[in-house]
Structures are given as C-alpha cells and as structure tokens.
C-alpha cells in the first residue's frame, strides 16, 4: 500500500486546511519545493500536492510552486485542483507530472475525463470528495446530489488509475479516516481506490492495510505527518508489508 504525503498549496506555500475551509489553514511551511524534498528524503516513493487556489478558481494559480518541485525532485507527483481542460491535462503531463487528478471536471463533464483516460492512458484519476456521502466539488464549496458511489460507477471501464476518495467531514480534523466508507466504495469497484481524509495515527493506517483486499491500494496523509504524530519510516516499513491474503 502506497502512503502519498499531502502538499497542500496555498497562496504558494504548503498548507493544512481544516474540512477544506480556506479560512482555516495551517502554514507548515513557505517553501513547497523544501517540503517536497524532505519527503523524498524520508523515503516516500510518490507525493500528492493539491492546488488548492485552483481548486476555486478552476485553473492552474500555484504553478509556479508546482513546477519549483518538478524541477528538483524525481519522485513521481500526482497533482489536482482547477484542471479542468485537456490542454491544463496535457500541459502538466508534459512539464513531468505522473499522474494527473480530475475532480469537478469528473462530476460535471465526464465525458472529458473518459478522453483524457484515451489520451493519456494510466495518468488520469479522479477525486471523488463526499459530504456526508454526497459528492462536493468546486474546492468543497458545493455539494451535489450525486452520491460517491454512483459517480465512480461511471467511470469503472474508461481506465481511470485510480479513485481517490475523501471524506470531507474528517479532512485535516484529526478525527479519523472513514475506513468503513473507503472499504466499501473500494468493495463495489474493480478500480483501485486511494483513501485521504482524517488519517491521525498509526491506527489509522494499520485499519486501512487490513482493507487492503477490498482493493484500497493507497492512503493520502497530512496533518498527521507535518505534527509528527505518524512515524514515516514505521508508516512506511508497516504499509509495504505484504498483506495476509497475498
């Protein structure tokens, strides 16, 4: 199981929000670029950064940030927030990022994300953010009536890499990840599911990795790692363990 650090950006720095409220951020450090290579150094083998400006505004905002990571680092980066065109889509595959992450795009024009999956097969996934099981978008701001579930059910045969699922109630509050709701959503997909939202301990993780089977193939964490309260050389020894099942 693969752990993905969160860089959160905001306003160029690297941030922490409390349930996705732009009013409540932690700056834990002013330097991206820094943090990035830090988590390189402490092992983690892919990195997850957020644009969370473009997650409002729809387009790219902490570019500059982005790419002062790209440049300096090898360690495979998925990033999302406010890419929402097939050119922003091909624009960043083509400046280095694995792995691209669709998000109000996937619930308002699905058919998009179904081209960027033919186009650049393998590199797509999709963010799909729950508000009490109903899906939000626009950086959290809305929510639809389209429960989590039925949305990612549409994307089961267009060769999406992964779902990256989020619980928004338990997102940066320390409370928790839904590791009932990941499981399930991961149960009912043939496509790989990523949980992220309220990781705060060890616990957390290991009640992830013993979902493993149910096809979660990755946890997203933050505020967790930044207050130290998850060791990342025990988090990652723990998660690359083989399961019981393999």
């Known amino acids: 199981m693969i752990l993905y650090p969160a860089i959160d950006l905001k306003d160029g720095a690297c941030v922490r929000l409390i349930r996705g409220d732009m009013d409540q951020a932690t700056v834990f450090n002013v330097d991206p670029a820094e943090q990035a290579a ?13 644009d969370l400006n473009g997650a409002f505004a729809g387009r790219p905002v902490n570019a500059d940030a982005v ?8 360690v495979p980066v998925q990033l999302g927030g406010g890419i929402r065109t097939l050119e922003t889509i091909g624009m960043w595959l083509g400046k280095g990022v694995q792995r691209v992450i669709l998000g109000t ?3 308002r024009n699905p058919d998009l994300v179904k ?17 009490e099981g109903f899906v939000a978008v626009q950086g959290w701001a809305q929510t639809s009536e389209i429960r989590a579930l039925d949305l ?10 992964a779902i990256i699922y989020t619980d928004i109630n338990r997102d940066g509050a320390m409370g928790g990840v839904n590791v009932e709701a990941t499981s399930d959503l991961a149960f009912a997909l043939t496509t790989p599911v990523i949980a992220s939202g309220g990781v705060s301990s ?5 009640a992830l990795k013993a979902e493993e089977a149910s096809g979660i193939e990755g946890v997203i964490c933050g505020r ?3 207050d130290g309260r998850i060791d990342p050389e025990m988090a990652l020894r723990m998660l690359a363990t083989p399961s019981a099942e393999e």
Not at 38 to 49: E, I
Not at 202 to 206: G, P, Q
């Open 115 to 131: 081209e960027a999956c033919r186009q650049f097969p393998g590199r797509i996934a999709v963010a799909i953010d729950a508000r």
């Open 105 to 107: 795009v996937a619930l």
């Open 202 to 206: 060890m616990d957390d993780l290991i």
């Open 67 to 74: 790419e002062a990571i790209l440049k300096q680092l090898k």
């Open 152 to 161: 990612a059910l549409r994307f089961e045969d267009s060769g999406v890499a």
């Open 224 to 226: 967790a790692l930044y």
């Open 38 to 50: 830090m988590f390189a150094r402490q092992g983690f083998n892919w990195l997850h950064l957020v």
